[in-house]
């Protein structure tokens, strides 16, 4: 494993500059059963010394807790790093499991302010919202969210699985840096509306679960068999019964490219996403998550491979041929609403 820093593009014509690879950072104390606090502090500090600048978090990640564990990490490196993190799923008192998406400007200063402390920092670098509330207009949201840019609170806007119409009607609102939604292997919805739209209007994707949720890596082939009670991965309808079983013999083609290669499956699922930034002609940063430093690595060695043609047309059928929605619910994925 060589040492060597990743490159780095901007988000957005005038947002910040980072790795060309992020870390999603929610699994390291929420949603993928138990964990090691010190293997993933370890690992958070292995990225950065690879050139991985930025960091995506959000409120919604274990009521908070997930920020809190973030803050030391960040406050030892902040002019190091770019903290990324949402506001939308509100979690109601009297039911601490449920989630409510809210886009209204009182939730999102009340959103913003509770992250600022939790995080312990006075600005955020990039503020997405984390899903969408079709009862408020977006242009709402955004003018709110500019607000907070204005305010200094926030230093660049950011979305996540929002349709490309909704994209374009923020983007008139305040430059958008990003967009985030799931883009893989498994999952290429985006590329028909929203892609396109973000390469016109000089936006940003930012691919979260470029490994399928881990799916891709081979790690499990059944969420109920193989993962612990408390993993959210049990209630997404690709994991699980005969679409695991449908699912896990999609991989083959990926297996067999990994092993010509000397590489694993998650590094080619990985070289696949960042391939998207040339294939699809705009900026592309992923961020994988994971909680152990030797992950990291490996993750961050994917940004070297450049799969051939022929490759990318072995992997081509993949998406169309996945059983099951990656969401039990559609309508809060862009892909529910086009």
């Known amino acids: 494993m060589t040492?060597?820093?990743?490159?780095?593009?901007?988000?957005?014509?005038?947002?910040?500059?980072?790795?060309?690879?992020?870390?999603?950072?929610?699994?390291?104390?929420?949603?993928?059963g138990p964990t090691d606090a010190?293997?993933?502090?370890?690992?958070?500090?292995r990225a950065l010394e690879l050139g991985v600048t930025?960091?995506?978090?959000?409120?919604?990640?274990?009521?908070?807790?997930n920020e809190r564990f973030l803050s030391p990490f960040f406050k030892a490196h902040r002019d190091e790093v770019v903290i990324a993190t949402k506001f939308a799923l509100s979690i109601p008192p009297d039911d601490p499991t449920k989630r409510i998406i809210r886009n209204d400007a009182p939730y999102?200063?009340?959103?913003?302010?509770?992250?600022?402390?939790?995080?312990d920092v006075?600005?955020?670098?990039?503020?997405?919202?984390?899903?969408?509330?079709?009862?408020?207009?977006?242009?709402?949201?955004?003018?709110?969210?500019?607000?907070?840019?204005?305010?200094?609170?926030?230093?660049?806007?950011?979305?996540?699985?929002?349709?490309?119409?909704?994209?374009?009607?923020?983007?008139?609102?305040?430059?958008?840096?990003a967009v985030q939604s799931e883009w893989s292997l498994f999952s290429r919805d985006i590329e028909a509306k929203v892609v396109p739209a973000a390469r016109d209007l000089g936006v940003a994707l930012v691919p979260y679960s470029p490994l399928g949720r881990g799916f891709l890596t081979g790690s499990f082939t059944n969420a109920e068999q193989d993962l612990t009670a408390d993993d959210f991965r049990r209630q997404q309808p690709r994991f699980t019964g005969d679409n695991a079983a449908a699912n896990a013999a999609l991989l083959e083609p990926?297996?067999?490219?990994?092993?010509?290669?000397?590489?694993?499956?998650?590094?080619?699922?990985?070289?696949?996403?960042q391939q998207r930034a040339s294939v699809a002609g705009l900026?592309?940063?992923?961020?994988?998550?994971?909680?152990?430093?030797?992950?990291?690595?490996?993750?961050?060695?994917?940004?070297?491979?450049?799969?051939?043609?022929?490759?990318?047309?072995?992997l081509e059928p993949i998406a169309s041929r996945v059983a099951g929605d990656r969401y039990p619910d559609m309508r809060f994925a862009s892909a529910g609403r086009e």
């Open 3 to 32: 040492d060597a820093r990743i490159p780095t593009v901007r988000l957005g014509e005038n947002g910040p500059e980072v790795g060309v690879q992020g870390l999603g950072c929610m699994g390291m104390n929420f949603g993928y």
């Open 38 to 45: 010190g293997q993933a502090r370890a690992a958070l500090d």
């Open 54 to 65: 930025l960091y995506d978090t959000a409120d919604a990640y274990g009521a908070g807790e």
């Open 108 to 119: 999102i200063r009340e959103a913003v302010e509770a992250s600022l402390k939790r995080l």
């Open 122 to 177: 006075d600005v955020i670098d990039l503020y997405y919202m984390h899903r969408r509330d079709v009862n408020v207009p977006i242009e709402e949201t955004v003018g709110t969210m500019a607000e907070l840019v204005r305010e200094g609170k926030v230093k660049h806007l950011g979305l996540s699985e929002v349709t490309a119409e909704e994209l374009r009607a923020a983007h008139a609102v305040h430059p958008i840096a």
């Open 254 to 273: 990926i297996r067999a490219i990994a092993e010509a290669r000397g590489a694993t499956l998650g590094q080619i699922a990985l070289a696949w996403a």
């Open 283 to 314: 900026t592309v940063v992923p961020i994988p998550g994971t909680r152990k430093p030797g992950r990291v690595e490996e993750n961050v060695a994917a940004t070297r491979i450049t799969l051939t043609e022929e490759e990318l047309a072995t």
